[in-house]
């Protein structure tokens, strides 16, 4: 289900994956193929780890990524599950292929 909440979104990011929800910060945005498949590609990655072990990886490898660069936007570029979703993004058949925890091929990348 996707909705559309302006107020939600910190400068640049225009999409958020929220289990089951894909939130969006423009109704202009529902047409954009390749958003709507990142996005879906973290639906399919909160499913697998069961939602909230999802989030607290997330988080964790955030934390500990801004640790390691001291830049919050390049730790966030490198988390595992946004380097697979950016990786595959523009593959509309991606998740029909995705093999189950595909984001771990990311996380030493």
């Known amino acids: 289900m996707i909705l559309v909440f302006k107020h939600v979104f910190y400068k640049n990011y ?5 289990w089951p929800f894909i939130i969006l910060k ?3 945005l529902k047409d954009d193929e390749v958003l709507i498949n990142h996005e879906r ?8 780890l ?8 997330y ?3 955030w934390l ?3 640790l390691l660069y001291l830049d919050s ?7 595992s599950f946004e ?5 595959h993004e523009k593959d509309m058949q991606y998740l029909e292929k995705r093999k189950t925890f595909g984001f771990l091929r990311y996380l030493t990348r």
């Not at 225009?14 to 929220?18: K, P, Q």
């Not at 590609?41 to 697998?48: K, M, S, T």
């Not at 939602?51 to 990886?57: K, M, Q």
């Open 14 to 18: 225009v999409g958020l994956s929220l």
């Open 26 to 28: 423009e109704d202009s």
């Open 41 to 48: 590609i973290h639906l399919r990655q909160q499913r697998e």
């Open 50 to 57: 069961l939602i909230l072990p999802f989030y607290i990886l």
């Open 59 to 61: 988080i964790s490898e």
């Open 64 to 66: 500990l990524r801004t």
């Open 73 to 79: 936007y390049r730790a966030y570029q490198n988390i």
């Open 83 to 87: 380097r697979e979703a950016y990786a």
